[in-house]
């Protein structure tokens, strides 16, 4: 029987698919019902795992925010998710909550604290989205900082993940907590230490204030498809998130698993989730007419803005009838969206432009009936030896035609799990049990347990 996808939501806590349309939910974002309502469908629904993303950044081009971002709602405005987590855990028992919490922003501590909390919390349905930050120009704004140069970022990320795992795994060991009432021991002092660590970017000689959860470290994914990107996923990532053309995603797929071959680690402990969009109907025209409408409600100076939030870059400076400029690529803000539009067969910036009007950064979406779009699922999942999606909100910023036309047909052709037993993120993601991999590096900094004292 072939494997099962794995199927993830993806969604942002703020304006989400095209919000001026009148079906649009996503203008409900800072309403606790619309997300409590929307995680009980996924659950339901059979869905894997609830993606939020999160980040501080916002497009800037030339000396601030343009006027058409805030009009348009271009990656603007944005709540914080961290906010929302405990009360979807609430309402959920078996659906995993992925967050991102930046290496940029974040120190080491601060995130293994909140996660740690949040494992325990949802009984191990809990994982970390490892990002350097999106729209880096604003954020550094923001925090009155420099803006750290890219391949620099993910040095720091490398740095900071390992003191992290360090924390997670290492300060607590099983069978530390006793709360033993009679002779008033919580813990086993001898069984809870603080860790050390000095790195080319944090130190720290402390210790994790939260016992572990079910995981102890959460599952780790990663999106970053540069080069740096997915040498910091091939480390330390069990889950990778792409976007691009098939051919693409496979040679990305390929390399990551490779690089993680390289690192001593089972190349098939990592799950690579293509980014999917459905427009999907009961008639192919009909499918074909909601996503016109979409598009036609984006303009191609809204497009520019996006494109400078993930990139830095204003196209609406540039001559539309060439490439970009290769020297584009040495961008400091993000480079998986420079370097894909790069190369002998590369587009005009009027291209880019359409691209980014009709799709944003995920790629072609999949068009047609139910039958329709999971043959073409099928067909690129096979191409890219990818495990599954993370499904982008449709034309209403939410998943109800997914969910109502979509998963069905997914179900009938037997391609995804049934529902099963509450179980932990990375159980449900295919591994062996509740921890990191036995190949994972953060693996080694858990100190084996010792027996249990008389």
């Known amino acids: ?160 993940v390992d003191l992290t795992l360090k924390l997670w795994e290492g300060s607590w060991d099983d069978g530390a907590v006793v709360a033993d009432r009679e002779p008033g021991v919580y813990a086993d002092p001898d069984r809870v230490r603080e860790i050390e660590h000095e790195g080319p970017f944090f130190r720290s000689h402390g210790a994790l204030s939260v016992p572990p959860g079910p995981q102890r470290t959460p599952v780790l994914f990663q999106a970053g498809a540069s080069e740096p990107g997915r040498a910091l996923a091939a480390k330390y990532a069990e889950g990778v998130f792409l976007a691009a053309e098939p051919a693409a995603m496979k040679a990305q797929i390929a390399d990551i698993r490779r690089r993680a071959g390289e690192n001593g680690r089972d190349p098939r402990s990592i799950s690579c989730l293509i980014a999917g969009t459905f427009y999907v109907a009961e008639t192919e025209d009909e499918a074909r007419a909601i996503r016109e409408r979409q598009r036609s409600m984006r303009t191609l100076e809204e497009a520019a803005a996006s494109y400078a939030f993930y990139t830095g870059l204003d196209l609406s400076r540039m001559d539309p009838d060439k490439p970009l400029d290769p020297s584009a690529g040495l961008t400091q803000t993000g480079r998986t969206n420079v370097e894909r539009y790069l190369g002998p067969n590369a587009p005009t910036v009027r291209e880019i432009l359409e691209e980014f009007q009709a799709n944003s950064v995920m790629g072609a979406p999949y068009v047609g009936t139910p039958e329709q779009v999971v043959d073409a699922a099928q067909e690129v999942l096979e191409e890219t030896d990818a495990d599954g999606f993370l499904v982008q909100p449709d034309h209403a910023g939410d998943f109800d035609r997914f969910f109502d036309l979509v998963m069905p047909e997914m179900r009938r052709r037997g391609l995804i799990a049934p529902a099963g037993e509450p179980t932990t993120l990375r159980e449900r993601l295919g591994g062996s049990g509740p921890h990191l991999d036995a190949s994972h590096p953060g693996a080694a900094y858990r100190r084996a347990t010792e027996p249990a004292r008389a």
């Open 1 to 160: 029987m072939a494997k099962h996808w794995k199927i993830g939501l993806f969604q942002s806590m703020g304006l989400m698919g095209s919000w001026r349309m009148p079906e649009s939910t996503s203008t409900a974002f800072l309403d606790l019902d619309h997300w409590l309502t929307m995680a009980r469908r996924g659950e339901e629904e059979g869905a894997d795992f609830f993606f939020l993303a999160d980040d501080y950044g916002y497009p800037v081009v030339g000396d601030g925010i343009p006027a058409s971002a805030v009009r348009a709602g271009v990656q603007f405005p944005k709540a914080d998710v961290s906010a929302l987590l405990p009360a979807l855990a609430a309402v959920t028992d078996r659906m995993g909550l992925v967050t991102t919490l930046s290496t940029q922003v974040e120190l080491p501590p601060m995130v293994a604290r909140k996660l740690a909390t949040l494992d325990n919390l949802t009984k191990g349905r809990v994982g970390w989205n490892i990002v350097t930050g999106a729209g880096q120009n604003a954020s550094a704004r923001l925090f009155g900082r420099e803006l750290t140069e890219h391949d620099q970022r993910y040095a720091i990320a490398d740095d900071h």
